[in-house]
């Protein structure tokens, strides 16, 4: 008993000489700075500043030089203490919202049929047929249960968001499998935006939906701020765009045939209409894929 409990007392003195001398051999210095910038940072580890977590983005702010306003759920005011804890100056930026660029409900859609597979929209999005429009919101509400703010609904088939709950963490636009929901800078609580992602011409639009745009150019033979590229779509020129000077955009709003050109944001308040805050962002498009672009294909 006597050797036993002196063999286990020597072993116990050794284990603890060598866990010492493992601490202070390895030890790694931590710069105090990530933990400042951590406990400013809102600990939603949603991924939209592009990192795992709060912490893996607080490393790279301090240790790699990241920008310090990539949170979109802390937003500026977030932005302004992690540069007050770095000692830098923090350049002017503007929350990201989630745009879905379709407007379609149900009853404006044509040639649906039945679907009774798997409730996702990325497992519908693989299958053809589903609905006659290939570029058109699903429904299925993937980008719904990817949402932790409760910020996203699909209401009568159509992703809709809910601004005043919104965090712009972009977790339902990584997850659209059409990604028709697209990450916009909101330089004002509503922003013009155009309400469609098909890109087939006319006839064919009107074949699946009763409201897509058809590419009839109607908006930027009145407005410079409208102008048509290779997708036969309508993209906004921001950089055009003047707040104050808004009757030919309103006219060309006014005149589109299909009423795609949609405000999208916040309710303006009561017995105002919405501000504008400054400049607006240079582009706001769908980026339409499908599932199959994101396969890896093996053999």
């Known amino acids: 008993?006597?050797?036993?409990?002196?063999?286990?007392?020597?072993?116990?003195?050794?284990?603890?000489?060598?866990?010492?001398?493992?601490?202070?051999?390895?030890?790694?210095?931590v710069d105090p700075r990530v933990d400042a910038v951590n406990g400013a940072l809102p600990g939603a580890n949603c991924g939209g500043c592009g990192y795992v977590g709060c912490?893996?983005?607080?490393?790279?702010?301090?240790?790699?030089?990241e920008a310090a306003d990539k949170c979109p759920v802390g937003g500026p005011s977030?932005?302004?203490k992690i540069a007050s804890i770095l000692g830098v100056e923090v350049k002017q930026s503007w929350p990201k919202r989630p745009v879905v660029h379709c407007r379609a409900s149900l009853e404006q859609r044509l040639q649906?049929?039945?679907?009774?597979g798997e409730r996702s929209?990325?497992?519908?999005?693989i299958l053809s047929g589903v609905q006659g429009c290939t570029y058109g919101c699903l429904g299925l509400g993937d980008c719904v249960r990817a949402c932790t703010f409760d910020a996203i609904h699909v209401t009568n088939g159509l992703a809709t968001v809910d601004y005043e709950k919104c965090s712009g963490c972009s977790a339902c636009s990584r997850v659209c499998p059409r990604n028709i929901i697209t990450m916009v800078p909101f330089k004002q609580e509503r922003m013009l935006v155009v309400g469609c992602s098909n890109k087939d011409f006319g006839k064919e639009v009107k074949d699946v939906c009763t409201i897509g745009c058809i590419g009839c150019k109607a908006c930027s033979k009145r407005s410079?701020?409208?102008?048509?590229?290779?997708?036969n779509l309508p993209v906004i020129n921001y950089d055009e765009y003047d707040p104050s000077k808004m009757e030919a955009t309103e006219l060309a709003i006014e005149k589109c045939p299909m009423k795609g050109l949609v405000y999208v944001g916040k309710p303006p308040k009561a017995g105002a209409a919405a501000a504008a805050d400054g400049g607006m962002p240079?582009?706001?498009?769908?980026?339409?894929?499908?599932t199959v672009d994101d396969t890896e294909w093996q053999g």
Do not use: I
Not at 1 to 27: E, I, P
Not at 112 to 116: D, F, P
């Open 78 to 80: 977030c932005a302004a």
């Open 121 to 125: 929209c990325s497992a519908a999005n």
């Open 224 to 231: 410079p701020v409208f102008s048509f590229g290779a997708d």
């Open 1 to 29: 008993m006597v050797m036993a409990g002196g063999s286990m007392l020597l072993l116990s003195v050794g284990a603890g000489y060598v866990l010492g001398w493992a601490n202070k051999a390895f030890h790694v210095e």
């Open 282 to 290: 240079t582009l706001v498009t769908a980026d339409f894929k499908t």
């Open 112 to 116: 649906r049929t039945a679907y009774t």
């Open 55 to 65: 912490a893996s983005y607080a490393e790279a702010v301090v240790l790699k030089d």
